[in-house]
């Protein structure tokens, strides 16, 4: 077998698979997650007739531009359909067989756990690639939101706990603060994280219509479903159109004190950042 950590020619790879020989190469990109870790699982690759091709096979294909490892998750014919399987159910490439170079036999999975494809435990990779993809795809696109967000969804979550809290509770400090200067101050508060995390992630870029959905609209709706939740659902709170007039309110000027505040010192910071860089 020979050992290929950095990237491959392909002339020297096909010359090696064309004699026999088993070639490992290191997982590169985040297309295959989490099947294969980028830089952490080895890919063990063998020759393959075309006829030995069949559903769940990963595999080095032509895709045009460039070659690529994915799986196999239709054929017919000589014709396949192929994704990776950290990319989302749109993501669908097709080639002929006669695009395939190599098939993974073997290496590592899952950050450094060894496999064979003749393994139950890789069979039962595949067959969660093919039958779960797009939960999958989903559970780890809704991780990577809170990882992105963690304050945003901090935030959020107190707002929810606090809407629905019973008022009269002896145990609950009191303070002598109109209930509209509260419900300004939670929105403000909840607005204004997710412009800040936002733009952070963006480096200051709005990005167009979907930041003022999520970052303001969504907050405004959240405040309006949770007033009429108060009103119908709960014993304990009571719906008040001025408490929602409070909310949009305190969002309103979350939005201003995002575009004319926080976005400039974000921008600020990374310009000073790439300059240091560079």
């Known amino acids: 077998m020979i050992a290929m950590k950095q990237k491959l020619e392909l002339t020297r790879f096909l010359e090696y698979i ?48 460039q070659v690529c490892v994915h799986r196999i998750i239709e054929r017919k014919g000589d014709r396949l359909v192929l994704r990776g399987d950290g990319n989302p159910k749109s ?22 756990h060894p496999f064979r494809t003749t393994d139950v435990k890789w069979q039962k990779a595949t067959k969660t690639a093919l039958q779960f993809h797009a939960l999958r795809y989903t559970f780890r696109l ?13 935030v959020l979550a107190l707002l929810m706990y606090l809407s ?11 303070w002598e603060i109109n209930d509209k200067v509260v419900h300004f101050f939670m929105y403000f508060g909840v ?6 995390e936002w733009l952070l992630a963006h480096k200051g870029v ?21 007033e009429i939740a108060q009103e119908y659902l709960s014993d304990v709170r009571a719906g008040d159109p001025r408490d929602f007039g409070a909310n949009c309110g305190g969002i309103l000027i979350a939005l201003m004190f995002a575009m ?15 300059v240091y860089e560079n």
């Not at 990109?29 to 063998?46: A, H, N, V």
């Not at 992105?148 to 901090?154: A, Q, V």
């Not at 629905?164 to 009191?174: E, G």
Request: glycine share 10%.
């Open 206 to 226: 709005v990005g167009g219509r979907k930041a003022y959905l999520v970052c303001s609209v969504f907050p405004i709706i959240l405040g309006g479903l949770i």
């Open 18 to 65: 064309s004699e026999g020989e088993t070639v490992a190469i290191t997982a590169r990109g985040s297309s295959m997650m989490p099947t294969f870790r980028s830089d952490k699982d080895i890919l063990e690759m063998s020759a393959v007739k075309p006829e030995e091709l069949s559903l769940g096979d990963v595999v080095l294909f032509n895709r045009g531009d």
């Open 260 to 274: 004319f505040v926080i976005r400039p010192i974000i921008v600020k910071f990374f310009e000073r950042k790439s």
């Open 142 to 154: 809704f991780l990577r939101r809170i990882c992105s967000y963690p304050f945003s969804l901090i």
């Open 164 to 174: 629905f809290l019973d008022p009269s509770n002896p145990q609950l400090p009191k």
């Open 191 to 196: 607005s204004g994280m997710f412009w800040t």
């Open 91 to 112: 993501a669908r490439e097709h080639a002929r067989v006669s695009d395939v170079f190599a098939r993974v036999t073997g290496g590592t999975m899952y950050g450094g």
